[in-house]
């Protein structure tokens, strides 16, 4: 998640929920057999895309970050939703 905060591709095992935040488009996931061999070959493989390519990703990683995992975003929505909850409790308390 920090890498694409920075609009870096990320290549990752997938352990706990990152397949939820390495998706396709914006990096790789590792099989969990995976071989230091592969793993060079997918950073080749990344180093050697054309120029206008690797800029897609980079957006691609940085949108996916702005769009699902901002933290000022996340928290400004949960604050939201925190506010609507003791509204609504509110109300049912003086009814």
Do not use: C
Not at 17 to 38: A, H, I, M, Q
Not at 46 to 59: F, G, M, S, T, V
Request: glycine fraction near 6%; hydrophobic fraction near 40%; avoid cysteine.
């Amino acid at each position: 998640m920090e890498a694409q905060s920075f609009g870096i591709p990320a290549i990752a095992t997938d352990v706990g929920g990152v397949n939820e935040v390495v998706r396709e488009g914006t990096g790789s996931l590792l099989p969990p057999d995976f071989k230091p061999s592969d793993l060079a070959k997918l950073i080749q493989h990344y180093a050697a895309l054309p120029e206008e390519e690797q800029k897609i990703l980079r957006n691609n990683a940085l949108n996916n970050w702005e769009s699902n995992f901002k933290a000022s975003d996340n928290y400004y929505d949960f604050m939201l939703k925190l506010n609507s909850i003791f509204a609504s409790s509110k109300k049912e308390i003086h009814q």
